[in-house]
Structure formats: C-alpha cells, structure tokens
C-alpha cells in the first residue's frame, strides 16, 4: 500500500481524499466508542 501511494505522487488529491476519508471514519469510530463507554458506565450502578 505505501508504495502505490509513493507511485501516485503524482495523483495527490486522490491520496488526500483516502487521508481525510480515513480520519473521518476513524474519528466517528472514536466518538461512537466514547458515546457507547458512556452510556454504558451510566448504566452501570
């Protein structure tokens, strides 16, 4: 994989998108974990 992205030097916006793509995603993925350790500690007497 990181040599494709070497390769696609010339291909930058391609790569940024999948870049901001990737931190979006993993981004929700951090707030719904926090969300659910939330409610669940809430729940939890």
């Given amino acids: 994989m ?3 992205i070497e390769s696609s ?3 930058r916006s391609s790569s ?3 870049f901001w793509f ?3 995603v993993s981004m ?3 707030i719904d974990t926090c ?3 939330v409610q669940l500690s809430r ?3």
């Fill in 2 to 4: 990181l040599q494709g």
């Fill in 16 to 18: 940024s998108f999948y």
């Fill in 28 to 30: 929700r993925l951090f």
């Fill in 43 to 45: 729940h939890t007497p």
């Fill in 22 to 24: 990737y931190m979006m």
């Fill in 9 to 11: 030097s010339t291909n």
């Fill in 35 to 37: 969300l659910c350790a």
